[in-house]
């Protein structure tokens, strides 16, 4: 089986770093992708790391390492519109299907 | 591009009843859609795997019977959720994944079901 463990809850200031960490134990490894849900909404794609390193998507960063079983989201210049749940999840190799963690509620303060 | 949609956006039913879910990809080709439920402020649970023209692939613990899955063509799926109990209310989202990608799933903006 495969277990996903994240912070359940971040708080941060409004122009500020965070970073919201992720450790997976899983069977095989294929991947560990990052996705955003605002309120009531569905969950957006932010970020994807099949190898070890970190990458960079404007304000957004990923970094994964795999022999830590380890990765990151990073949040830089926060802005109010970035209060959501993020989700890390992993892909298993050989497996369809992708499965969430249970995620991490971010809260922006001004 | 890669726009998921999904039909309705919110339903209320009375218990017993069934109700349909479609999962539509607008813009590209679905070779795997996924159906997740998720309760308030948790997290996406899996319920089923389906390719186009097979039979879906249920996780542990849901019960094929009460939701039936059908993914007729690549770009529709859909989930019916039969003799709806008050239990079932949930937010169900789809997600899709063409075949020209390999790990991003395209998901669609949910269906909020409510069984009274």
């Known amino acids: 089986g495969q277990s996903l463990e994240q912070p359940s809850e971040v708080t941060a200031v409004e122009g500020a770093i965070v970073q919201i960490n992720c450790t997976y134990q899983?069977?095989?490894?294929?991947?560990l992708s990052w996705y955003q849900q605002h309120d009531g909404g569905a969950p957006t794609f932010l970020s994807y790391?099949?190898?070890?390193g970190l990458e960079e998507t404007g304000r957004f960063s990923s970094f994964l390492s795999r022999s830590d079983s380890y990765g990151y989201l990073l949040l830089q210049e926060l802005q109010m519109k970035d209060s959501a749940s993020y989700f890390c999840a992993v892909r298993e190799a050989g497996d369809d299907k992708i499965i969430f963690g249970k995620g991490t509620r971010l809260h922006i303060l001004p | 591009g890669a726009v998921v949609s999904q039909h309705p956006s919110w339903v209320i039913c009375k218990s017993g009843t069934s109700v349909k879910i479609e999962c539509r990809s607008l813009?590209?080709?679905?070779?795997?859609m996924f159906w997740y439920r998720q309760f308030p402020k948790q997290s996406l649970m899996l319920m089923a795997t389906?390719?186009?023209?097979?039979?879906?692939?249920?996780e542990q613990g849901v019960e094929k019977d009460k939701f039936l899955i059908n993914h007729a063509s690549l770009t529709l799926s859909t989930l019916t959720v039969t003799s709806a109990h008050p239990e079932d209310s949930s937010f169900y989202i789809c997600?899709?994944?063409?075949?020209?990608?390999?790990?991003?799933?395209?998901f669609g903006p949910g269906t909020r079901l409510t069984v009274t």
């Open positions: 790391n099949a190898l070890d």
């Open positions: 813009d590209f080709q679905a070779t795997t």
């Open positions: 997600s899709a994944r063409g075949s020209r990608t390999t790990y991003e799933q395209y």
């Open positions: 899983t069977s095989g490894f294929y991947g």
């Open positions: 389906s390719n186009e023209g097979s039979k879906a692939t249920y």
